[in-house]
Protein backbone atom coordinates (compact mmCIF):
# COMPACT_ATOMS: atom_id res chain seq x y z
CA UNK A 1 0.00 0.00 0.00
CA UNK A 2 1.08 3.85 -1.04
CA UNK A 3 1.77 5.68 2.22
CA UNK A 4 -0.66 8.64 2.64
CA UNK A 5 1.88 11.41 1.22
CA UNK A 6 1.61 9.43 -1.97
CA UNK A 7 -2.45 9.80 -2.08
CA UNK A 8 -2.13 12.77 -3.92
CA UNK A 9 -0.75 10.91 -6.88
CA UNK A 10 -3.67 9.13 -8.17
CA UNK A 11 -7.38 8.51 -8.25
CA UNK A 12 -6.97 4.88 -6.55
CA UNK A 13 -9.20 3.43 -9.17
CA UNK A 14 -8.61 -0.26 -10.69
CA UNK A 15 -6.20 0.77 -12.66
CA UNK A 16 -5.31 3.72 -11.16
CA UNK A 17 -5.07 7.58 -13.00
CA UNK A 18 -1.70 9.63 -12.04
CA UNK A 19 -1.51 13.25 -12.39
CA UNK A 20 1.85 14.56 -13.19
CA UNK A 21 3.32 17.19 -11.33
CA UNK A 22 3.49 20.49 -12.75
CA UNK A 23 5.74 22.29 -10.17
CA UNK A 24 3.14 23.43 -7.78
CA UNK A 25 0.49 20.63 -7.63
CA UNK A 26 -0.48 16.47 -8.90
CA UNK A 27 -2.75 17.70 -11.83
CA UNK A 28 -4.29 15.64 -14.47
CA UNK A 29 -3.57 16.69 -17.49
CA UNK A 30 -6.17 19.76 -19.44
CA UNK A 31 -5.74 16.61 -22.41
CA UNK A 32 -7.93 14.23 -21.20
CA UNK A 33 -5.47 11.81 -22.11
CA UNK A 34 -3.62 9.59 -20.88
CA UNK A 35 -1.14 6.19 -21.66
CA UNK A 36 -1.69 2.91 -20.03
CA UNK A 37 1.88 1.76 -18.34
CA UNK A 38 1.50 -1.97 -19.38
CA UNK A 39 3.25 -4.87 -17.13
CA UNK A 40 5.85 -6.66 -19.54
CA UNK A 41 5.32 -9.65 -17.26
CA UNK A 42 1.12 -10.27 -17.49
CA UNK A 43 0.01 -7.52 -20.00
CA UNK A 44 -1.85 -6.04 -17.03
CA UNK A 45 -2.20 -2.31 -16.75
CA UNK A 46 -0.12 -1.24 -13.89
CA UNK A 47 -1.71 2.58 -14.23
CA UNK A 48 -2.30 5.25 -16.51
CA UNK A 49 -0.11 8.46 -16.58
CA UNK A 50 -0.83 12.06 -18.35
CA UNK A 51 -0.20 13.05 -21.53
CA UNK A 52 0.74 16.58 -21.17
CA UNK A 53 -0.02 19.28 -23.38
CA UNK A 54 2.50 21.86 -24.80
CA UNK A 55 0.67 24.43 -23.06
CA UNK A 56 1.50 23.24 -19.95
CA UNK A 57 4.63 22.08 -20.74
CA UNK A 58 5.48 26.01 -21.33
CA UNK A 59 3.93 26.93 -18.18
CA UNK A 60 5.77 24.15 -16.23
CA UNK A 61 9.08 25.66 -17.76
CA UNK A 62 8.16 28.80 -17.05
CA UNK A 63 7.84 28.21 -13.43
CA UNK A 64 10.84 26.28 -13.02
CA UNK A 65 13.18 29.19 -15.12
CA UNK A 66 11.83 31.78 -12.10
CA UNK A 67 12.02 28.93 -9.49
CA UNK A 68 15.54 28.08 -10.53
CA UNK A 69 17.10 31.55 -9.68
CA UNK A 70 16.23 31.35 -6.29
CA UNK A 71 16.89 27.61 -5.73
CA UNK A 72 20.68 28.44 -6.63
CA UNK A 73 20.88 30.92 -3.67
CA UNK A 74 19.63 28.33 -1.15
CA UNK A 75 23.25 27.55 0.80
CA UNK A 76 24.66 24.16 -0.94
CA UNK A 77 24.64 22.98 2.88
CA UNK A 78 20.95 22.74 2.79
CA UNK A 79 20.47 21.65 -0.70
CA UNK A 80 23.29 19.01 0.65
CA UNK A 81 20.63 18.26 3.69
CA UNK A 82 17.30 18.17 1.24
CA UNK A 83 19.46 15.54 -0.93
CA UNK A 84 20.44 13.49 2.02
CA UNK A 85 16.59 13.53 3.46
CA UNK A 86 15.82 12.27 -0.11
CA UNK A 87 18.16 9.11 0.06
CA UNK A 88 16.69 8.87 3.12
CA UNK A 89 13.09 8.49 2.27
CA UNK A 90 14.00 6.26 -0.80
CA UNK A 91 15.76 4.29 1.47
CA UNK A 92 12.71 4.45 3.52
CA UNK A 93 10.26 3.37 0.46
CA UNK A 94 12.54 0.82 -1.01
CA UNK A 95 10.05 -2.13 -0.88
CA UNK A 96 7.15 -0.07 -2.15
CA UNK A 97 9.51 1.29 -5.38
CA UNK A 98 11.15 -2.59 -5.81
CA UNK A 99 7.78 -3.40 -6.22
CA UNK A 100 6.49 -1.26 -8.72
CA UNK A 101 9.39 -1.57 -10.20
CA UNK A 102 9.07 -5.35 -10.72
CA UNK A 103 5.47 -4.65 -11.95
CA UNK A 104 6.56 -1.82 -14.69
CA UNK A 105 9.45 -3.02 -15.92
CA UNK A 106 9.47 -6.67 -14.97
CA UNK A 107 12.93 -6.34 -13.14
CA UNK A 108 13.38 -9.43 -11.04
CA UNK A 109 13.44 -9.11 -7.45
CA UNK A 110 17.29 -8.57 -6.98
CA UNK A 111 17.39 -5.93 -9.58
CA UNK A 112 14.84 -3.93 -8.72
CA UNK A 113 16.30 -3.68 -5.45
CA UNK A 114 19.72 -2.78 -6.00
CA UNK A 115 18.51 -0.25 -8.06
CA UNK A 116 16.21 1.82 -5.28
CA UNK A 117 19.42 1.21 -3.08
CA UNK A 118 21.77 1.90 -5.54
CA UNK A 119 19.60 5.53 -6.24
CA UNK A 120 19.67 6.30 -2.18
CA UNK A 121 23.35 5.96 -2.32
CA UNK A 122 24.06 7.70 -5.63
CA UNK A 123 21.97 10.63 -4.03
CA UNK A 124 24.31 10.78 -0.23
CA UNK A 125 27.33 10.56 -2.74
CA UNK A 126 25.89 13.73 -5.10
CA UNK A 127 25.46 16.00 -1.75
CA UNK A 128 28.98 14.82 -0.34
CA UNK A 129 30.83 15.47 -3.55
CA UNK A 130 28.26 18.76 -3.78
CA UNK A 131 29.95 20.17 -0.77
CA UNK A 132 33.71 19.73 -2.54
CA UNK A 133 32.90 21.60 -6.02
CA UNK A 134 34.76 24.69 -5.88
CA UNK A 135 35.94 26.92 -8.37
CA UNK A 136 39.52 28.53 -8.72
CA UNK A 137 41.52 31.94 -8.60
CA UNK A 138 44.07 32.78 -11.48
CA UNK A 139 46.62 35.47 -11.88
CA UNK A 140 46.75 37.27 -14.70
CA UNK A 141 51.14 37.32 -14.22
CA UNK A 142 50.74 33.63 -15.82
CA UNK A 143 50.55 34.64 -19.63
CA UNK A 144 53.40 36.62 -21.41
CA UNK A 145 51.63 40.11 -21.20
CA UNK A 146 50.10 40.07 -18.86
CA UNK A 147 50.72 41.10 -15.19
CA UNK A 148 50.02 40.68 -12.11
CA UNK A 149 46.93 43.14 -11.86
CA UNK A 150 44.37 40.75 -13.33
CA UNK A 151 42.77 38.34 -11.03
CA UNK A 152 40.08 36.34 -12.23
CA UNK A 153 37.95 35.00 -9.01
CA UNK A 154 36.41 31.44 -11.50
CA UNK A 155 33.38 30.74 -9.92
CA UNK A 156 31.20 27.21 -10.80
CA UNK A 157 27.71 28.59 -11.62
CA UNK A 158 24.43 26.38 -12.61
CA UNK A 159 23.49 26.07 -15.90
CA UNK A 160 19.54 26.78 -15.56
CA UNK A 161 16.76 24.42 -16.47
CA UNK A 162 18.28 21.37 -16.56
CA UNK A 163 16.01 18.23 -19.30
CA UNK A 164 16.39 14.91 -17.68
CA UNK A 165 14.94 12.16 -20.10
CA UNK A 166 15.35 9.00 -18.58
CA UNK A 167 15.38 5.46 -20.02
CA UNK A 168 12.81 2.21 -19.19
CA UNK A 169 15.59 -0.22 -17.60
CA UNK A 170 16.93 2.12 -15.21
CA UNK A 171 14.08 4.53 -14.22
CA UNK A 172 14.63 5.26 -11.05
CA UNK A 173 18.54 4.79 -10.91
CA UNK A 174 19.26 7.14 -14.85
CA UNK A 175 16.65 9.53 -13.37
CA UNK A 176 18.83 10.00 -10.14
CA UNK A 177 21.65 10.31 -11.69
CA UNK A 178 20.23 13.02 -13.24
CA UNK A 179 18.14 15.05 -11.52
CA UNK A 180 20.31 14.42 -8.12
CA UNK A 181 23.44 16.47 -9.49
CA UNK A 182 21.25 19.38 -11.29
CA UNK A 183 19.57 19.94 -7.82
CA UNK A 184 22.49 19.98 -5.65
CA UNK A 185 24.50 22.15 -8.21
CA UNK A 186 21.45 24.40 -7.96
CA UNK A 187 19.79 23.80 -10.81
CA UNK A 188 16.09 23.19 -11.85
CA UNK A 189 15.24 19.91 -13.21
CA UNK A 190 12.27 18.99 -16.16
CA UNK A 191 11.90 15.55 -15.58
CA UNK A 192 10.47 13.37 -18.44
CA UNK A 193 10.06 9.90 -17.59
CA UNK A 194 10.15 6.94 -19.96
CA UNK A 195 6.31 5.47 -20.00
CA UNK A 196 7.40 2.11 -18.80
CA UNK A 197 8.31 3.24 -15.15
CA UNK A 198 6.68 6.19 -14.99
CA UNK A 199 4.57 5.81 -12.02
CA UNK A 200 7.71 5.11 -9.98
CA UNK A 201 9.71 8.16 -11.69
CA UNK A 202 6.21 10.24 -10.18
CA UNK A 203 6.71 8.84 -7.03
CA UNK A 204 10.25 9.76 -7.16
CA UNK A 205 9.55 13.34 -8.22
CA UNK A 206 7.35 13.31 -4.73
CA UNK A 207 10.33 12.21 -2.32
CA UNK A 208 12.36 15.04 -3.95
CA UNK A 209 9.31 17.37 -3.04
CA UNK A 210 8.71 15.89 0.49
CA UNK A 211 12.55 16.00 1.36
CA UNK A 212 12.22 19.86 0.69
CA UNK A 213 12.52 20.44 -2.75
CA UNK A 214 10.85 24.17 -3.21
CA UNK A 215 8.45 24.55 -5.53
CA UNK A 216 8.93 24.99 -9.45
CA UNK A 217 12.64 23.30 -8.78
CA UNK A 218 10.89 20.67 -10.24
CA UNK A 219 8.79 19.64 -12.76
CA UNK A 220 7.60 16.10 -14.28
CA UNK A 221 6.13 15.95 -17.47
CA UNK A 222 4.80 12.30 -18.69
CA UNK A 223 3.81 11.96 -22.03
CA UNK A 224 4.83 10.28 -25.45
CA UNK A 225 8.33 10.50 -26.18
CA UNK A 226 7.04 11.64 -29.91
CA UNK A 227 4.87 14.40 -28.80
CA UNK A 228 6.07 15.64 -25.39
CA UNK A 229 9.79 14.33 -25.93
CA UNK A 230 10.48 16.14 -28.93
CA UNK A 231 8.45 19.32 -27.80
CA UNK A 232 11.32 19.47 -24.33
CA UNK A 233 14.17 18.82 -26.33
CA UNK A 234 13.73 22.19 -28.34
CA UNK A 235 12.30 24.10 -25.75
CA UNK A 236 13.47 27.37 -25.54
CA UNK A 237 13.27 27.32 -21.49
CA UNK A 238 15.61 24.86 -21.98
CA UNK A 239 19.37 25.32 -20.65
CA UNK A 240 20.74 21.80 -20.85
CA UNK A 241 19.89 18.44 -21.71
CA UNK A 242 20.57 15.08 -19.91
CA UNK A 243 19.14 11.75 -21.87
CA UNK A 244 19.92 8.12 -21.69
CA UNK A 245 18.25 6.03 -24.42
CA UNK A 246 19.05 4.28 -28.01
CA UNK A 247 22.17 6.16 -30.34
CA UNK A 248 18.73 6.49 -32.56
CA UNK A 249 17.12 8.60 -30.43
CA UNK A 250 20.14 10.25 -29.16
CA UNK A 251 21.67 11.29 -32.32
CA UNK A 252 18.32 12.86 -33.79
CA UNK A 253 17.52 14.59 -30.66
CA UNK A 254 21.30 15.96 -30.72
CA UNK A 255 20.66 17.29 -34.33
CA UNK A 256 17.88 19.37 -33.64
CA UNK A 257 18.96 20.35 -29.70
CA UNK A 258 21.63 24.04 -30.79
CA UNK A 259 23.40 25.26 -29.06
CA UNK A 260 23.42 24.14 -25.38
CA UNK A 261 24.84 21.71 -23.30
CA UNK A 262 24.18 18.30 -23.74
CA UNK A 263 25.42 15.01 -21.56
CA UNK A 264 24.33 12.06 -23.65
CA UNK A 265 24.60 8.45 -22.59
CA UNK A 266 23.46 6.30 -25.56
CA UNK A 267 23.87 2.46 -26.56
CA UNK A 268 26.57 0.44 -26.44
CA UNK A 269 27.71 -2.69 -28.39
CA UNK A 270 29.63 -3.62 -26.00
CA UNK A 271 32.70 -6.40 -27.09
CA UNK A 272 34.63 -8.66 -24.67
CA UNK A 273 38.05 -9.85 -25.89
CA UNK A 274 39.40 -13.25 -24.47
CA UNK A 275 42.96 -13.88 -24.96
CA UNK A 276 44.55 -17.25 -24.87
CA UNK A 277 45.83 -16.81 -21.28
CA UNK A 278 42.28 -16.53 -19.77
CA UNK A 279 40.80 -17.65 -16.55
CA UNK A 280 38.07 -19.33 -18.57
CA UNK A 281 36.36 -19.99 -15.34
CA UNK A 282 35.68 -16.47 -14.62
CA UNK A 283 35.50 -15.13 -18.14
CA UNK A 284 32.25 -17.41 -18.78
CA UNK A 285 30.80 -16.16 -15.64
CA UNK A 286 31.72 -12.62 -16.50
CA UNK A 287 29.77 -13.44 -20.22
CA UNK A 288 27.14 -15.07 -18.80
CA UNK A 289 26.49 -12.38 -16.34
CA UNK A 290 27.04 -9.28 -18.73
CA UNK A 291 24.89 -10.75 -21.23
CA UNK A 292 21.54 -11.69 -19.59
CA UNK A 293 20.97 -9.73 -16.67
CA UNK A 294 17.86 -8.02 -16.94
CA UNK A 295 17.52 -10.14 -20.33
CA UNK A 296 20.22 -8.27 -21.98
CA UNK A 297 18.61 -4.80 -21.49
CA UNK A 298 21.28 -2.81 -20.03
CA UNK A 299 23.72 0.11 -22.62
CA UNK A 300 26.51 -2.10 -20.86
CA UNK A 301 25.50 -5.71 -21.74
CA UNK A 302 27.73 -7.54 -23.25
CA UNK A 303 27.24 -8.15 -27.14
CA UNK A 304 29.68 -10.29 -28.30
CA UNK A 305 32.88 -12.20 -27.65
CA UNK A 306 36.31 -12.41 -29.80
CA UNK A 307 38.78 -14.93 -29.52
CA UNK A 308 41.02 -17.14 -31.60
CA UNK A 309 39.62 -20.13 -32.90
CA UNK A 310 41.49 -22.61 -29.71
CA UNK A 311 40.20 -19.95 -27.09
CA UNK A 312 36.57 -19.73 -28.59
CA UNK A 313 36.15 -23.51 -29.03
CA UNK A 314 37.57 -23.99 -25.19
CA UNK A 315 35.50 -20.72 -23.94
CA UNK A 316 32.13 -21.57 -25.46
CA UNK A 317 30.95 -24.86 -24.45
CA UNK A 318 31.79 -23.32 -20.58
CA UNK A 319 29.25 -20.41 -21.14
CA UNK A 320 26.78 -22.81 -22.64
CA UNK A 321 27.03 -24.63 -19.48
CA UNK A 322 27.21 -22.05 -17.26
CA UNK A 323 23.82 -20.00 -18.71
CA UNK A 324 22.06 -23.27 -18.44
CA UNK A 325 23.15 -23.43 -14.09
CA UNK A 326 22.75 -19.67 -14.12
CA UNK A 327 20.23 -18.49 -16.33
CA UNK A 328 16.40 -19.49 -15.75
CA UNK A 329 13.64 -18.27 -17.87
CA UNK A 330 10.75 -17.12 -16.59
CA UNK A 331 7.90 -14.79 -14.73
CA UNK A 332 10.95 -13.19 -12.31
CA UNK A 333 8.36 -13.33 -9.40
CA UNK A 334 8.43 -16.84 -9.40
CA UNK A 335 10.95 -18.93 -7.86
CA UNK A 336 14.76 -18.62 -9.16
CA UNK A 337 13.75 -17.24 -12.23
CA UNK A 338 16.19 -14.71 -13.28
CA UNK A 339 15.37 -13.89 -17.26
CA UNK A 340 12.17 -12.22 -17.60
CA UNK A 341 10.43 -10.96 -20.26
CA UNK A 342 11.48 -7.71 -22.47
CA UNK A 343 9.86 -4.90 -22.62
CA UNK A 344 7.44 -5.07 -24.98
CA UNK A 345 6.07 -7.22 -28.08
CA UNK A 346 7.49 -4.84 -30.44
CA UNK A 347 11.14 -5.55 -28.75
CA UNK A 348 10.68 -9.33 -28.83
CA UNK A 349 9.39 -9.48 -32.34
CA UNK A 350 12.54 -7.49 -33.43
CA UNK A 351 15.21 -9.45 -31.41
CA UNK A 352 13.25 -13.10 -33.18
CA UNK A 353 13.56 -11.43 -36.23
CA UNK A 354 17.37 -10.53 -36.24
CA UNK A 355 17.86 -14.07 -34.63
CA UNK A 356 16.66 -15.39 -37.83
CA UNK A 357 18.31 -12.93 -40.37
CA UNK A 358 21.87 -13.94 -38.29
CA UNK A 359 21.03 -17.66 -38.70
CA UNK A 360 20.10 -17.49 -42.16
CA UNK A 361 23.29 -15.15 -43.38
CA UNK A 362 25.53 -18.31 -41.43
CA UNK A 363 25.68 -17.76 -37.92
CA UNK A 364 25.02 -21.18 -35.64
CA UNK A 365 22.33 -21.02 -32.99
CA UNK A 366 23.95 -22.94 -29.97
CA UNK A 367 21.68 -22.15 -27.60
CA UNK A 368 18.26 -20.92 -27.18
CA UNK A 369 17.03 -18.92 -30.32
CA UNK A 370 13.58 -19.17 -29.47
CA UNK A 371 10.71 -16.79 -28.31
CA UNK A 372 7.53 -17.27 -26.01
CA UNK A 373 5.48 -13.97 -26.27
CA UNK A 374 8.24 -11.27 -24.97
CA UNK A 375 10.48 -14.10 -23.34
CA UNK A 376 13.11 -14.77 -25.36
CA UNK A 377 15.43 -17.79 -24.40
CA UNK A 378 19.28 -16.61 -23.43
CA UNK A 379 20.56 -17.06 -26.80
CA UNK A 380 24.15 -18.20 -27.62
CA UNK A 381 25.30 -17.65 -31.08
CA UNK A 382 28.58 -18.86 -32.92
CA UNK A 383 30.00 -17.82 -36.35
CA UNK A 384 28.92 -14.04 -36.24
CA UNK A 385 29.67 -11.60 -37.72
CA UNK A 386 29.64 -7.61 -37.48
CA UNK A 387 27.78 -7.53 -40.63
CA UNK A 388 24.83 -9.22 -39.04
CA UNK A 389 21.88 -6.79 -37.52
CA UNK A 390 22.31 -8.78 -34.67
CA UNK A 391 25.93 -7.43 -34.22
CA UNK A 392 25.68 -4.42 -36.09
CA UNK A 393 22.97 -2.81 -34.16
CA UNK A 394 22.27 -2.81 -30.74
CA UNK A 395 20.46 -6.00 -29.59
CA UNK A 396 18.41 -4.92 -26.60
CA UNK A 397 17.83 -8.72 -25.25
CA UNK A 398 19.70 -11.65 -24.10
CA UNK A 399 21.78 -12.49 -27.26
CA UNK A 400 25.30 -13.04 -27.06
CA UNK A 401 27.53 -13.60 -30.69
CA UNK A 402 31.02 -15.64 -30.85
CA UNK A 403 33.56 -14.22 -33.29
CA UNK A 404 36.60 -16.38 -34.27
CA UNK A 405 39.09 -14.23 -35.27
CA UNK A 406 43.00 -15.07 -36.43
CA UNK A 407 44.73 -12.82 -34.87
CA UNK A 408 44.23 -9.99 -31.35
CA UNK A 409 45.28 -7.23 -34.21
CA UNK A 410 41.99 -8.30 -36.30
CA UNK A 411 40.00 -8.28 -33.00
CA UNK A 412 41.50 -4.62 -31.74
CA UNK A 413 40.36 -3.65 -35.44
CA UNK A 414 36.87 -5.32 -35.83
CA UNK A 415 36.37 -3.85 -32.05
CA UNK A 416 37.55 -0.40 -33.87
CA UNK A 417 35.47 -0.68 -36.69
CA UNK A 418 31.97 -0.41 -34.32
CA UNK A 419 29.82 2.85 -34.56
CA UNK A 420 29.19 2.22 -31.05
CA UNK A 421 31.98 3.28 -28.23
CA UNK A 422 30.70 2.55 -24.60
CA UNK A 423 32.62 -0.22 -23.48
CA UNK A 424 35.18 -3.36 -23.81
CA UNK A 425 35.98 -6.17 -21.68
CA UNK A 426 39.90 -8.02 -22.17
CA UNK A 427 40.01 -10.80 -20.26
CA UNK A 428 43.54 -12.18 -19.25
CA UNK A 429 46.00 -13.42 -16.76
CA UNK A 430 48.52 -10.90 -17.81
CA UNK A 431 46.98 -7.53 -16.35
CA UNK A 432 50.14 -5.07 -17.83
CA UNK A 433 49.18 -6.62 -21.38
CA UNK A 434 45.38 -6.06 -20.89
CA UNK A 435 46.10 -1.97 -20.49
CA UNK A 436 48.38 -2.08 -23.36
CA UNK A 437 45.51 -3.79 -25.93
CA UNK A 438 42.59 -1.61 -23.76
CA UNK A 439 45.09 1.50 -25.11
CA UNK A 440 44.23 0.58 -28.59
CA UNK A 441 40.70 0.03 -27.79
CA UNK A 442 38.18 2.91 -29.18
CA UNK A 443 35.49 3.02 -26.46
CA UNK A 444 34.86 4.82 -23.47
CA UNK A 445 35.56 2.28 -20.67
CA UNK A 446 37.57 -0.68 -20.95
CA UNK A 447 37.26 -3.50 -18.37
CA UNK A 448 40.46 -5.71 -17.19
CA UNK A 449 38.86 -9.10 -16.19
CA UNK A 450 34.75 -8.22 -16.04
CA UNK A 451 32.14 -7.73 -17.73
CA UNK A 452 31.07 -3.98 -19.31
CA UNK A 453 29.76 -2.04 -16.11
CA UNK A 454 28.84 1.43 -15.25
CA UNK A 455 29.61 1.62 -11.58
CA UNK A 456 31.11 2.24 -8.96
CA UNK A 457 29.18 5.64 -9.96
CA UNK A 458 32.36 7.81 -8.74
CA UNK A 459 33.87 6.65 -12.11
CA UNK A 460 34.09 8.00 -15.27
CA UNK A 461 31.52 6.58 -17.36
CA UNK A 462 30.99 7.65 -20.93
CA UNK A 463 30.44 6.61 -24.74
CA UNK A 464 32.46 7.61 -27.81
CA UNK A 465 31.43 7.73 -31.70
CA UNK A 466 27.41 6.38 -31.40
CA UNK A 467 27.90 5.34 -27.63
CA UNK A 468 27.10 9.42 -26.26
CA UNK A 469 28.96 12.45 -25.46
CA UNK A 470 30.05 14.18 -22.41
CA UNK A 471 31.67 12.15 -19.00
CA UNK A 472 28.76 11.20 -16.14
CA UNK A 473 29.91 9.61 -12.78
CA UNK A 474 29.00 11.45 -9.34
CA UNK A 475 31.93 14.13 -9.88
CA UNK A 476 31.92 14.09 -13.74
CA UNK A 477 28.12 15.07 -13.49
CA UNK A 478 28.37 17.66 -11.26
CA UNK A 479 31.06 19.57 -13.58
CA UNK A 480 28.70 18.90 -16.66
CA UNK A 481 26.07 21.11 -15.26
CA UNK A 482 27.70 23.55 -13.98
CA UNK A 483 29.75 26.17 -16.39
CA UNK A 484 32.78 28.44 -15.30
CA UNK A 485 32.08 31.90 -14.70
CA UNK A 486 35.39 34.29 -14.11
CA UNK A 487 34.89 37.82 -12.55
CA UNK A 488 38.17 39.38 -13.44
CA UNK A 489 39.35 41.77 -11.04
CA UNK A 490 41.55 44.22 -12.56
CA UNK A 491 43.37 46.05 -10.25
CA UNK A 492 45.05 49.84 -10.62
CA UNK A 493 48.41 49.67 -11.10
O1 LIG B 1 21.69 0.82 -19.53
C1 LIG B 1 22.57 1.61 -19.23
C2 LIG B 1 23.07 1.68 -17.85
O2 LIG B 1 23.82 2.84 -17.66
C3 LIG B 1 23.84 0.45 -17.45
O3 LIG B 1 24.15 0.49 -16.12
O4 LIG B 1 26.04 -1.12 -16.08
O5 LIG B 1 24.91 -0.45 -13.99
O6 LIG B 1 23.74 -1.91 -15.62
P1 LIG B 1 24.74 -0.82 -15.42
Partial sequence: MPKDYFEKLSDHKSPPTYKFFNGEKWVNSVSDKTIDVISPLDDHVVGKIQSVTHAEIDQAVSLAKV???????????KRTQILHLAADWIREHEHYLTTLLIKEIGKTHTEAKDEILRSADMTDYFAHEGLHLTGEELSGEAFPGY????????ERVPLGVVLAIAPFNYPVNLSVSKIAPALITGNAVVFKPPTQGAICSLLLTEIFRIAGVPDGVIVTITGSG??????????PGIDMVTFTGSSQVGKS?????????????????NPALVLP????????????????????????AVKYVLGLTPTIEKLLPLVVKKTKEMIKMGDPRVGENNLGPVISDGAANEIEKRIILAKAAGAKIVLGGKKDGR?????????????????????????????????IDDAIELINQSSYGLQASIFTKDEGAGIKLGQLIDVGTVQINSKPQRGPDNFPFLGIKGSGTGVQGIRYTLEAMTRFKPIVLNKPQ
Fill in 226 to 235: NDVGDYLTTH
Fill in 375 to 407: FIEPTILDHVTLAMDIIHTETFGPVVGFIRVKS
Fill in 277 to 300: DADFDNTAMEIVKGAFSYSGQRCT
Fill in 67 to 77: AQKEWMKVPMI
Fill in 147 to 154: DQTKIAIV
Fill in 253 to 269: IAEKIGMIPILFECGGN
